[in-house]
C-alpha cells in the first residue's frame, strides 16, 4: 500500500532541460509529484534538437538553479554525459552512475537513491542492472520500454514504466480513465515517463495540464515521486 492507499501516481521526466519548469509548475498547480533525471556532467550546457523539421531547445539548467527548480520533486541520475551504457566497460558503467550520483546528492542536498537508464530503446542489460546494483548507492533505475500495465514491478533495477506519455495522447487519457475506475484490491502504480522539450514539438502543454487536472485530487490515489512509490521513502 502507499500511504494507505491502493494506488499511486508518479511521473519520470529526463535530462534536466528548461522545460521541466513549465512543467513542474502545471504538475505542483495540480498536486502532483515527479523525478527528474540529471546528467551532472551536462548541466549548465546549450543544445538544440531537431524533432519532426522543428528545431527545439534542449538546455540544462546550472548546478545553482536545481535545488530550486526541483524543489518538492525528486532528483535522481541519468548518468555524468548520457552515454549508452550497454557499450562500455564495467569500470565506466560504474564511474557514470556512481560519479553522477554523488555530484547530484552534492548539489541536491541530500543522497541521491534512484536513476533512469540513458538512451532510447534497449539502454539497459542484466550486466548493466547488475553492476549497479552492486557497485552504486543506486537503489532503482528506470528504464524506456513500457508494461502497459498497473501492476508493480517486482525488479527495481530494470523497472518498466507504465506508459511513455508520446505513446499516443488518446491512448494516455484512456489509460487514465481505467486508472481512475480501477477498484483496486492490490497495489497498483501509474508510472509515466518522458522528456519536457516533447511537450515542445508536439505543442501538447495544454493536452498534459487537461490530463493532469483529470488525475488529480482523488482520494484514492497517493501522489508520490518514484522514491516515495518504489521504496516507501
Request: hydrophobic share 40%.
Amino acid at each position: 500500500m502507499f500511504h494507505g492507499k491502493m494506488k499511486a501516481l508518479t511521473f519520470s521526466y529526463d535530462d534536466g532541460i528548461t522545460q521541466d519548469r513549465q512543467m513542474i509548475n502545471i504538475l505542483n498547480r495540480y498536486g502532483l509529484k515527479a523525478t527528474f533525471n540529471l546528467n551532472s556532467g551536462l548541466l549548465g550546457t546549450p543544445n538544440l534538437l531537431i524533432r519532426q523539421d522543428m528545431t527545439i531547445a534542449h538546455c540544462k539548467f546550472r548546478p545553482v538553479e536545481v535545488p530550486r527548480v526541483y524543489a518538492g520533486h525528486e532528483i535522481a541520475a541519468h548518468t555524468l554525459t548520457h552515454p549508452l551504457l550497454t557499450q562500455l566497460s564495467d569500470e565506466e558503467v560504474i564511474r557514470q552512475v556512481e560519479e553522477d550520483r554523488l555530484a547530484l546528492s552534492e548539489i541536491a542536498g541530500y543522497e541521491v537513491v534512484g536513476m533512469a537508464y540513458p538512451g532510447g530503446g534497449v539502454n539497459y542489460d542484466e550486466r548493466v542492472a547488475r553492476l549497479i546494483r552492486e557497485n552504486t548507492g543506486i537503489r532503482y533505475a528506470r528504464t524506456t520500454v513500457t508494461s502497459e500495465s498497473f501492476a508493480p514491478e517486482t525488479d527495481l533495477f530494470m523497472y518498466r514504466p507504465s506508459v511513455y506519455h508520446l505513446c499516443g495522447w488518446d491512448k494516455l487519457m484512456e489509460m487514465g480513465r481505467q486508472f481512475l475506475e480501477l477498484d483496486a484490491q492490490t497495489p497498483q502504480v501509474f508510472y509515466i515517463w518522458g522528456h519536457a522539450y516533447e511537450f515542445d514539438y508536439e505543442d501538447s502543454w495544454k493536452i498534459f495540464e487537461d490530463f493532469c487536472r483529470m488525475m488529480a485530487g482523488h482520494d484514492d490515489i497517493f501522489y508520490g515521486t518514484n522514491r516515495e512509490i518504489l521504496l516507501g521513502e
